[in-house]
């Protein structure tokens, strides 16, 4: 879900139920979504819960999914494993 737009860049910030979950860059060739819409990202991993998305790519607006099912609790995310961020 779209949780704020950046300043005048064109990248929004994201999150699952209002939980912050990192910043993504809208092509030039999409409209930047409005705060509030479902969208779609595809990523890497993400580092957790207020963290970043690593390699983050929009791919657009969802308007089959509904607010209620974008949650952390829902296991939708991908985090990085624990064994790489002790190392890092």
């Known amino acids: 879900m779209v949780l704020?737009?950046?300043g005048t860049k064109r990248s929004i910030a994201v999150g699952l139920g209002g939980v912050l979950m990192g910043n993504?860059?809208?092509p030039p060739n999409h409209v930047?979504?409005?705060v509030g819409r479902i969208v779609?990202?595809?990523y890497l991993?993400?580092?957790g819960?207020?963290?970043s998305l690593y390699q983050p790519i929009y791919l657009g607006e969802r308007d089959d999914v509904r607010v209620e099912?974008?949650?952390v609790e829902r296991q939708q995310v991908k985090?990085?494993?624990q064994e790489q961020a002790a190392v890092a």
């Open 4 to 6: 704020g737009i950046n």
């Open 24 to 26: 993504v860059t809208i």
């Open 32 to 34: 930047i979504p409005a």
């Open 40 to 42: 779609e990202v595809r």
């Open 45 to 47: 991993y993400c580092t």
């Open 49 to 51: 819960i207020g963290g």
């Open 69 to 71: 099912d974008c949650t």
């Open 79 to 81: 985090y990085k494993p």
